[in-house]
């Protein structure tokens, strides 16, 4: 089983919808959890951590589920501009591997007009 | 600007011979780490680094060497490329994560442009 498990996608969706994107990881000292954005070859840039609480940036929201060690991402309103692949990443906090990030493979999001 | 640095950006080299892939930070992050990224294989992680002379090997190190002499510099070694090697490999780094004071824990890691290797 992978560390870090995605949707495979991938997603294509008008302008305007709203898009879910779920998440599960297998490692319980998993400590930290990201969604990163990255388009197409380039290098993957921060989208957002996310909390237990759950957080929202502006069109995006994030939950974290630790008992289920799932995240979610949801993405309101979608705009072309959107339009990339989508890694979740799971920062763990345990023995010797302590700060070594693992990332999901990904799931490709495709806003059309 | 906090700025992670790698170069080459692209290289095409032959098999067998020596090469190596630099990789800077100005953010005075603790830790550093090589991934290549493949289709359908999504981002692997080389070799790791959480502090200066600490290394340890990530879920592909075979074919890899890496160093870490100074705390802004990681650079991945390749001592013998193989045609296998052809990737798109990313470096990255980030500082220690830190609590959020609402039970979670926070960092962000950034990464370098990207070098895409050719080893023919």
């Known amino acids: 089983r992978k560390e870090v498990e995605q949707d495979p996608g991938p997603f294509n969706v008008p302008e305007g919808a709203t898009v879910a994107f779920n998440c599960t990881y297998s490692?319980?000292?998993?400590?930290?959890f990201f969604w990163y954005r990255q388009d197409c070859r380039k290098e993957p840039k921060l989208l957002m951590s996310v909390y237990s609480s759950g957080n929202e940036d502006g069109r995006f929201t994030a939950q974290l589920n630790r008992a289920s060690q799932y995240i979610s991402l949801l993405i309101r309103d979608s705009k072309l501009s959107d339009s990339a692949t989508y890694l979740c990443?799971?920062?763990?906090?345990?023995?010797?591997?302590?700060?070594?990030?693992?990332f999901g493979q990904g799931t490709i999001l495709t806003v059309h007009p | 600007e906090a700025q992670v640095t790698q170069n080459p950006r692209y290289l095409i080299t032959v098999t067998g011979k020596k090469l190596t892939v630099t990789c800077s930070q100005n953010?005075?992050?603790?830790?550093m780490s090589w991934y290549r990224q493949d289709p359908g294989l999504g981002l692997r992680q080389i070799y790791y680094s959480m502090n200066v002379e600490v290394t340890d090997k990530g879920d592909v190190p075979e074919g890899y060497k890496v160093s870490r002499k100074e705390k802004r510099n990681f650079p991945l070694i390749l001592e013998s490329p193989s045609p296998n090697q052809t990737s798109l490999y990313f470096c990255?780094?980030?500082?220690?994560?830190?609590?959020?004071?609402?039970?979670?824990?926070?960092?962000?890691?950034?990464f370098g442009q990207g070098t895409r290797l050719t080893v023919v």
């Open positions: 990255a780094s980030s500082s220690k994560s830190y609590p959020t004071g609402q039970g979670d824990w926070d960092t962000e890691a950034f």
């Open positions: 990443v799971v920062l763990y906090a345990g023995g010797t591997s302590y700060g070594k990030l693992t």
């Open positions: 953010m005075n992050h603790e830790y």
């Open positions: 490692n319980s000292a998993s400590q930290s």
